[in-house]
Every structure is written in C-alpha cells, then in structure tokens.
C-alpha cells in the first residue's frame, strides 16, 4: 500500500440515519447518492431504542440505518459533509421539526470518526461551526469503545457492520 497525501482520498464517508418513517429512510438514499456518491454497503433497518433524546422531535418508534458511500474522500474538507447534511435534514421538516436526521462521519483505518455541531472537551474543532470526535477505535478485530462513544455505536451488530467497512477500506486503499 502506498503512502497516501493528505490532498488523496482516505476514508469512507458513512451516513447514520434516524427517523419513524421507514419510507423516508430508504427514499433519502437517492439524495444522498446525489451529494455523495453510490452506496456502498448498507445496514439492516434497525429499532433504535438506545435513547429517548431524538423522540420530542422525531417521535417514537425511531429506526436506525448506516449507509457507506463509495467513492473514498478526502479528509480536508471533511466539514462540508456536515453541512450538507444539515441542508438535507432540513429539506425535510414539517412543522418546523426534522422527519430524519443524517449525521456524517468516517470509517478511517484506526475507527470511526463522527462529525457533529455540538462542542465537547473531546471534540476537535474543524471549521464553519463543526467538530470532529472519534467514536470508536479500530483494534486488529474489534473495536475499542470510548467514554463518549454512544450506546447504539456500543452494539456488537453495529461495530461489526463498522468493522466490514473498515475491510472495504483496506481493500480499497491497497488499490489507490
């Protein structure tokens, strides 16, 4: 594998997803595909029952959803990728309150990195309002959990789903 540039693709840009319609859920890939590329791999559609933080808003019965997206990006304007999902999110309220929210991230080689526009002390700032948070660390073959890493990213179901972007990753990084 050669050495990459910080200006080259280095991850693959993964979309977590959260609504009560199970329609909206699989009609916004096709936005998404348009601002950022074919999906790669998607998870089941699974009841998101971790928390019920997104409930005043969303409303109960929230499913969850991952999508990966090919092809790699580059890291440098990772922030942009927040801000479009905002657009997107915001593409869709009703009654001033979001049906879906789309939170963008990262699968690098050593984890998963989530962007966000909340501060925290383990947050990263990156430019326009948007932080950067490592979630989750990728170990040989698990994954290593975090103080902050949220409890839906905990599931073993999950960081497997995680784990097998990651090899898409290494397969595609041995390529470029």
């Known amino acids: 594998m050669k050495n990459l540039k910080p200006d080259e693709p280095q991850a693959l ?10 329609d909206l859920i699989k009609s916004i890939e ?20 971790w928390t019920d933080y997104y409930n005043a808003e969303l409303g109960e019965g929230i499913l969850r959803r991952w999508l990966i997206f090919s092809p790699l990006v580059n890291l440098l304007q990772s922030w ?3 801000l479009e999902s905002c657009k997107i999110e915001n593409s869709f309220r009703k009654n001033g309150k979001r049906r879906i929210n789309v939170d963008p991230g ?11 526009t909340k501060p925290a002390g383990h947050r990263t700032y990156l430019e326009k309002g948007v932080w950067i948070e490592l979630t989750l660390r990728f170990l040989k073959d698990h994954c ?5 890493t949220y409890p839906d990213h905990r599931d073993t179901g999950a960081q497997a789903f995680f784990l097998k972007a990651r090899e898409f990753l290494k397969k595609e990084l041995h390529n470029v």
Request: proline residues 4%; charged residues 20%; hydrophobic residues 45%.
């Open 13 to 22: 840009l993964i979309c977590g997803l959260l609504s009560v319609e199970n």
């Open 30 to 49: 096709t936005t998404l595909e348009e601002e950022f590329g074919s999906v790669l791999l998607r998870s089941e559609l699974l009841p998101f029952a």
């Open 80 to 82: 942009q990728y927040k």
């Open 106 to 116: 990262f699968i690098r080689l050593d984890g998963l990195w989530l962007l966000t």
């Open 144 to 148: 290593e959990e975090l103080p902050w």
